[in-house]
């Protein structure tokens, strides 16, 4: 599934890279940690637009990452809807 999106895979390691910086800066500088994953969710939402395969797969890595950012998910699902609606 989403062989015609390589970007999943890259997104995948984004995210792998993006929660194990989180970790880090959560101890460091906690905002700091936010504001990388606001560009994150961003880059998500934009690449849910390709195709339904890709919403399906984003969607199953935000559920990983449900408690780490359960702010930043409720922002998201608000603005999905939008744009699926």
Known sequence: MGASHPSVQQQQQQQ???QQQQEEEEEEEEEEGKKQQQ???QQQQQQQQLGG???Q???QQQH???QQQQQQ???QQQQQQ???C
């Open 53 to 55: 395969d890709l919403q």
């Open 57 to 59: 797969h984003q969607q």
């Open 39 to 41: 560009q994150q969710q």
């Open 64 to 66: 990983q990452q449900q």
């Open 82 to 84: 939008l744009l699926f």
């Open 16 to 18: 792998q890279q993006q």
């Open 73 to 75: 998910q409720q922002q």
